[in-house]
């Protein structure tokens, strides 16, 4: 079993390194690239894609502070 900092190594290594930058839509494990199992590209498999309805507002980003959920 990997630990934290061992399976964080892939998805930071994708989000930081200039080697796989342009790259999209593919799959990484242990830090290079794999052919996903047939079963997850097998297009007659794939459910087909709902767009997704918003309800009320949309969502605000706000910034963080410390304090904001202390009682």
């Known amino acids: 079993m990997k630990d934290t900092r061992q ?3 892939t998805t ?3 989000a930081t390194s ?3 930058a342009a790259a999209t ?7 290079r690239e794999k052919t996903p199992a047939k ?3 097998d297009e007659s498999r794939r ?3 709902e767009p997704q309805r918003g309800v009320g507002r949309p969502a605000m980003m706000t910034a963080w502070t ?4 202390a009682p």
């Open 25 to 31: 839509g593919r799959y990484y494990d242990n830090r």
């Open 7 to 9: 399976g964080a190594r």
């Open 66 to 69: 410390p304090n904001a959920c």
């Open 18 to 20: 200039p080697d796989v």
């Open 47 to 49: 459910r087909p894609v």
């Open 39 to 41: 079963v997850v590209t």
């Open 12 to 14: 930071l290594y994708c």
